[in-house]
């Protein structure tokens, strides 16, 4: 007794015929061209023979347009879970050379089904793009389809993490799709993103606009700041995705990996002295104290070029994964700005939801003042700042490198906001605002009255430096944990860190916050 | 009864058509919701968009990247200099923020003076 050889056959060539995909003159196309099919996207993503596929033999059910006589492989989308370095990852990924990967009803039914599996398996998803847009044949049921894709995103949402890689056009309606996941990776050429292309903008307004200003990776990765990465080809975006699932964890109750030493290395590091300069005016750059406070090649920054003033991005400290906020003085003095305030609020939220603890630097002169600040409203995004590290219960550790002036200083994790420690260098300056203000407030008169009133404020303003602005001024009133030698900068932030790990803060229960959006 | 009026609102000027009422008259919309729409309406209108006092850029400026107080230029018309170079020094935000090239070429005017006051985008030099 054995299953008949037909039987078998039959499966066999059924699925051959979805593993092919489009043909192979159009996947030969593509290699052409530099670029993978969804099938190989997939294979590079997940560790060899680990992928199981769902729903292979979907079909379309259009009967109109001619769609009655079409079939389309997987109806454009290959859907499955495999392994990722030995974790479980539930993916998809649209098919351009099926039907330009366009987005019917079935094609949507299979990526819910993914979300679907990625939640009830509490792993993360990862989503490759790469799509004409809507199945206009298919009417108000492609419509329908993104609707359905949206709202699982938001369940998903602060449940796994949610990756997506744009690497083919995501247009109009479907971008939204990424938008609501929490990282976008997109690859250099080839991929695009828009609401409204140039066609429409030039139809409405009649304005000619470039593709490369309204869709282009470079765009949204500086401007726009809907990319937190560029890729430089498909394979660049799976080893982006690796990277970072590698500081992530599975679902909203695990920690994430961790990799915990059995000692916490206590040894000072004399060059983060030596990298302080001598005069608090000169700009220090961030990048360098992030570098020696990190394990060696332990940082990936996130957003880099967007909002450079701050710098935010994972990494571990003695094997303990962190998020990493660090105002940036080399760009705009490392002043809090609508972009900067956006950046850092998404990044603490993303920590927040998924357990991995915020270690925040800071070296901040203000909020940037500007006429086009104001009106772009820096109340309400920097107010996103505040609401992100104060509803924010993961371990947070502040260390005050220099200057923390005002709102600003509380934006960036003060103990008023919930931090559990907060070190602060000497060279740290703690002041409601800069000494040069203070005193022509303070001592209108007197400098009025002053002979040489410049070097009358030079006299005032390193008075009240030394005097108001000195961390052990805070650290008397007990606003800081402690002032610490910037030596010791890695090992006290590492131990603090370990302690930290347990840590738990209930609030009451409520359905959400309001944060200023 | 309807009867028109023309009404001036901030100096802008609205028909209006009133309704008298007469017995109970309820399903005659009130006037006052008229009145109150023109007076809404009034309210909303925007601030005046603000002129920009900076003079847009041509290829090859060299732009301030915010506003502050130039603290010194580092280069002269004449100077050839490379992506990257440090061209300008300026001082916002209690920090002296170096500006750096992003064009290569010949210095072929300074449009700023030291201890002079710029804007986010003004021109600081061209480079040819």
Known sequence: ?517 | MSRKFKISVDGQSYNVVVDELTGDGVETPPPAATAHAVAAHAAVAAPPPVQSTVLAAAPGDEVAPLAGVVESIEVAVGTKIQVGDRIAVIEAMKMKTDVFAKHGGTVTRIAVKVHEGVETGQVLLSVG
């Open chain 1, 1 to 517: 007794m054995t299953i008949s050889a037909t039987l078998l056959e039959e499966l066999e060539n059924r699925r051959a015929k979805t593993m092919a995909g489009g043909g192979e003159d159009k996947i030969k196309a593509r290699h052409k061209k530099g670029l993978l099919s969804a099938r190989e996207r997939l294979a590079l993503l997940f560790q060899e023979g680990t992928f199981q596929e769902i729903g292979t033999h979907a079909q379309h059910s259009a009967r109109q347009f001619g769609m009655e006589k079409k079939t389309l492989p997987g109806d454009g989308v290959v859907v499955g879970t495999g392994y990722v370095d030995g974790r479980v990852v539930a993916a998809f990924g649209q098919d351009f050379t099926v039907a330009a990967g366009s987005l019917g009803k079935m094609h949507a039914m299979k990526i819910v089904k993914a979300m679907e599996t990625a939640s009830r398996l509490g792993v993360p998803l990862v989503a490759f793009k790469d799509s004409g847009g809507a199945r206009i044949q298919e009417g108000v049921d492609a419509l329908s389809g993104y609707g359905h894709v949206f709202y699982n995103n938001v369940l998903l949402s602060g449940v796994v993490p949610q990756i997506a890689v744009v690497c083919g056009p995501c247009a109009g309606g479907a971008a939204y799709s990424p938008a609501l996941m929490d990282f976008i990776i997109m690859t250099k050429n080839n991929a695009y993103m828009f609401i409204t292309g140039p066609d429409v903008i030039k139809a409405v307004t009649g304005k000619a606009v470039t593709m490369d200003q309204v869709g282009s990776t470079d765009m949204h990765a500086s401007v726009s700041g809907n990319v937190h990465f560029i890729a430089e080809d498909d394979t660049h975006a799976v080893a982006l995705v690796h990277r970072l699932l590698s500081y992530l964890p599975a679902n909203n109750s695990e920690e994430p990996p961790h990799r915990l030493t059995a000692d916490i290395n206590m040894t000072e590091d004399p060059v983060m002295c030596e990298l302080i300069p001598d005069d608090s005016s000169k700009p220090m750059d961030v990048y360098k104290i992030i570098e020696r406070l990190v394990d060696p090649d332990e940082f990936l920054e996130v957003h880099a070029s967007f909002a450079a003033n701050l710098v935010v991005g994972f990494g571990r400290i003695e094997g303990m994964v962190v998020g990493i906020i660090a105002n940036q003085p080399m760009v705009k003095a490392g002043a809090l700005d609508l972009d900067a305030a956006d950046k850092g609020a998404r990044f603490i939220r993303f920590c927040n939801a998924f357990n991995i603890p915020v270690v925040t630097l800071v070296d901040v002169p203000g909020f940037l003042p500007g006429i086009e600040q104001e009106r772009g409203g820096i109340i309400r995004h920097g107010a996103k700042m505040l609401f992100a590290y104060a509803s924010c219960t993961v371990p947070k550790i502040t260390v005050i490198l220099r200057k923390a002036y005002g709102g600003s200083y509380l934006a960036m994790c003060s103990q008023e906001l919930g931090a559990d420690f907060v070190y602060a260098w000497p060279t740290a300056e703690i002041a409601v605002m800069g000494a040069e203000g203070a005193i022509n407030i303070l001592y209108g008169k007197e400098l009025a009255a002053a002979p040489d009133r410049a070097a009358k404020t030079r006299e005032l303003a390193a008075a009240y430096r030394a005097e108001f602005a000195s961390p052990y001024l805070s650290a008397s009133n007990g606003y800081i944990t402690d002032v610490i030698n910037p030596a010791a900068t890695r090992s006290m932030v590492a131990l603090a860190l370990r302690k930290s790990l347990s840590k738990r803060e209930m609030r009451p229960p409520k359905k959400h916050g309001n944060i200023p959006l």
